[in-house]
C-alpha cells in the first residue's frame, strides 16, 4: 500500500522500537520521513538502515525537550521538503517507578517536559506548516486509562496526552486531524524492565485476549491508518492497540 505517497513525515524518538518501525512503515508507504532522537550515532544508524531499503528518510537530531532542537526538526524539515503533512510525537520517559506520592518534583517535573509539554511545543513550532488535510498521531499508552502502580506517574502523563488529543483536534480541525495511539506492552528498550522477567511477561500476555505482547509493527500499522486518508473522517480519537488487554468499555 502507498498511502503516504507525497507526504512529508516527522516522527520524533524514532531511531529504535516503536518510533522506527513508524517511520519505516510511513516510508514504506510512500511518505518522505524525518527520523531523529538525541543521540547522533543513532539517528546516523536509523537513516541508514531505511535508505539501505531504498527509503526516502532524513535524520535530524532532537531531544525532544530542547528548544533549539526542536526548531531544527521543523526547519530542516521545511526545507529539504517545503512543508509538512504529518506530525507523530511518540517520545516518552519513564525515569521512575517510585508512588507518585513519593516522586521527586525534578521527576515529576520531566515526566511533564518530555511526555506532554514537549509535544505542545512541538506542534506550536510545526503548525504553520501543516499543510491542509495534515495529520498528527500523539502516542499514549493503555497506561493512560488505569495507571499501574510501578508506572503511576508516567500513566497519569499518558492520560493527559488522551486530553490533549480530544483539546488539539477541536484546535486544529478543519486543517488537521488529530488521533492517539495507546499501545499496550510492546517488548521494547522501554518495556525491558517489565518484560524481562518470564513470569511477568507471561502475566501480561496472559491479560490480553490475543495472548502475546504487541509488536512495534502493530503499532506503526496503526498509527500509518491515523496518518492516512482511510482515517479521514476520524479525529480527536484514541485507538488502543493491546490485543485485548482492558483499557475501557
Ligand atoms: P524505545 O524502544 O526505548 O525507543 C526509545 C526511542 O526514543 C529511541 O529512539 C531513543 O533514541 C528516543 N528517545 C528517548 N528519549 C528521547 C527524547 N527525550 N527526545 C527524543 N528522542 C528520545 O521506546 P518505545 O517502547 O518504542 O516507546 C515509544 C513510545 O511508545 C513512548 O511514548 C512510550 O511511552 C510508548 N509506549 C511504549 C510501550 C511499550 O510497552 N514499549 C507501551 C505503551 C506506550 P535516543 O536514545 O537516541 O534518544
Request: with cysteine.
Amino acid at each position: 500500500m502507498k498511502r503516504l505517497q507525497g507526504k512529508v513525515a516527522i516522527v520524533t524518538a524514532s531511531t529504535q522500537g516503536i518510533g522506527f518501525a513508524i517511520a519505516e512503515r510511513f516510508a514504506l508507504e510512500g511518505a518522505a520521513v524525518v527520523i531523529s532522537s538525541r543521540r547522533q550515532n543513532n539517528v546516523d544508524a536509523a537513516v541508514e538502515k531505511l535508505r539501505s531499503k531504498g527509503l526516502e528518510v532524513t535524520g535530524v537530531v532532537c531531544h525532544v525537550s530542547n528548544p533549539q532542537q526542536r526548531k531544527e526538526l521543523i526547519d530542516k524539515t521545511v526545507q529539504r521538503y517545503g512543508n509538512i503533512d504529518i506530525v507523530v510525537s511518540n517520545a516518552a520517559v519513564n525515569p521512575s517507578v517510585d508512588n507518585i506520592l513519593e516522586t521527586k518534583e525534578s521527576v515529576l517535573d520531566k515526566l511533564w517536559e518530555i511526555n506532554v509539554k514537549a509535544t505542545i511545543l512541538l506542534l506550536q513550532a510545526a503548525s504553520s506548516y501543516l499543510n491542509n488535510g495534515s495529520s498528527v498521531v500523539i502516542i499514549s499508552s493503555i497506561e493512560g486509562y488505569n495507571p499501574s502502580q510501578v508506572l503511576a506517574m508516567y500513566g497519569v502523563t499518558k492520560t493527559a496526552l488522551l486530553g490533549l488529543t480530544k483539546a488539539l483536534a477541536a484546535e486544529m480541525s478543519p486543517k488537521t486531524r488529530v488521533n492517539c495511539v495507546a499501545p499496550g506492552i510492546v517488548p521494547t528498550n522501554f518495556a525491558d524492565f517489565l518484560v524481562k522477567n518470564k513470569d511477568i511477561r507471561k502475566g501480561i500476555e496472559e491479560r490480553t485476549l490475543l495472548k502475546r505482547l504487541g509488536t512495534p509493527e502493530d503499532m506503526a500499522a496503526t498509527a500509518a491508518f491515523l496518518a492516512s486518508d482511510d482515517s479521514s473522517y476520524i479525529t480527536g480519537e484514541t485507538i488502543v492497540v493491546a490485543g485485548g488487554a482492558q483499557s475501557r468499555l
